[in-house]
């Protein structure tokens, strides 16, 4: 079945360095989306990405996705302790079913 | 977007027993999706749960293990029967938000149970 495969699992940085996580999946999705996951919470909704090549900004965050809409990337431009958490990605298709991502746990030291 | 209302919010329970867990939605839904998180781990889909259908399960997931109900186009429940400790885990229920803008899915705050 569809597999989505996220790398890095954890990443540890010094507060004001950049931080990026790759999404790839076994197949072609439809739309690729992100969350955001604090401690503790549940998956908050980030962004959507649909169009082949597309990219997409807010703030300090930009998203990608691939020319062939089956990787899809997360940068964050110099992190803040508020952007802590663990970072999903979860490819979306035809039926309305996401499957997420390993997720990319965040650690920022002030 | 759409506010899902999911209770209990954690819950210990002795194993063999069985627990409900409720999702009501400030607004009508087609599809209600329900996830586990295992401590650490992603979300696996568990089943999608449609109005006047049954619900339909993943790969792993069975109705007699997670039944689910749905009633109306706004709450959803979803059972964990006869439990063993490799159920601990987090339950969320979930919706797609539609309308005019882009706003993913939204998800309950989950509902923490610990099998003893």
Same mark, same amino acid.
């Not at chain 1, 020319?67 to 964050?76: C, D, F, T, V, W």
């Given at each position: 079945?569809?597999?989505?495969?996220?790398?890095?699992?954890?990443?540890?940085?010094?507060?004001?360095?950049?931080?990026?996580?790759?999404?790839?999946?076994?197949?072609? @999705?439809?739309?690729?989306?992100?969350?955001?996951?604090?401690?503790?919470?549940?998956?908050?909704?980030?962004?959507? @990405?649909?169009?082949?090549?597309?990219?997409?900004?807010?703030?300090?965050?930009?998203?990608?996705?691939?020319?062939?809409?089956?990787?899809?990337?997360?940068?964050? $431009?110099?992190?803040?302790?508020?952007?802590?958490?663990?970072?999903?990605?979860?490819?979306?298709?035809? $039926?309305?079913? @996401?499957?997420?991502?390993?997720? $990319? $746990?965040?650690?920022?030291?002030? | 977007?759409?506010?899902?209302?999911? *209770?209990?919010?954690?819950?210990?329970? &002795?194993?063999?027993?069985?627990?409900?867990? &409720?999702?009501?939605?400030?607004?009508?839904?087609?599809?209600?999706?329900?996830?586990? &998180?295992?401590?650490? &781990?992603? !979300?696996?889909?568990?089943?999608?749960?449609?109005?006047?259908?049954?619900?339909?399960?993943?790969?792993?997931?069975?109705?007699? *293990?997670?039944?689910?109900?749905?009633?109306? !186009?706004?709450?959803?429940?979803?059972?964990?029967?006869?439990?063993?400790?490799?159920?601990?885990?987090?339950?969320?229920?979930?919706?797609?938000?539609?309308?005019?803008?882009?706003?993913?899915?939204?998800?309950?705050?989950?509902?923490?149970?610990?099998?003893?």
């Amino acid at each position: 079945g569809q597999q989505v495969m996220q790398i890095p699992q954890y990443q540890h940085v010094q507060e004001g360095e950049d931080f990026t996580t790759y999404c790839n999946s076994s197949t072609t @999705l439809s739309n690729i989306q992100w969350y955001k996951q604090r401690p503790g919470g549940h998956p908050v909704f980030l962004i959507q @990405l649909v169009k082949s090549g597309e990219v997409k900004k807010q703030k300090r965050l930009t998203f990608q996705f691939g020319e062939a809409k089956k990787n899809s990337s997360l940068h964050i $431009t110099a992190t803040q302790t508020t952007d802590v958490g663990t970072y999903f990605c979860a490819g979306g298709g035809d $039926t309305g079913k @996401l499957i997420f991502g390993q997720g $990319t $746990t965040l650690q920022v030291k002030p | 977007s759409a506010v899902i209302s999911q *209770k209990p919010s954690r819950d210990i329970c &002795q194993r063999g027993t069985s627990l409900t867990i &409720q999702c009501q939605v400030d607004s009508q839904v087609t599809m209600m999706f329900w996830y586990r &998180q295992q401590p650490g &781990q992603s !979300l696996t889909l568990i089943a999608t749960a449609n109005q006047g259908s049954e619900a339909t399960y993943e790969s792993g997931f069975v109705i007699d *293990k997670f039944p689910i109900s749905r009633p109306n !186009l706004t709450f959803s429940t979803l059972t964990v029967s006869n439990m063993s400790p490799e159920d601990s885990s987090i339950y969320l229920c979930s919706v797609e938000v539609t309308g005019s803008g882009n706003y993913g899915y939204t998800f309950g705050s989950g509902t923490r149970l610990t099998v003893v």
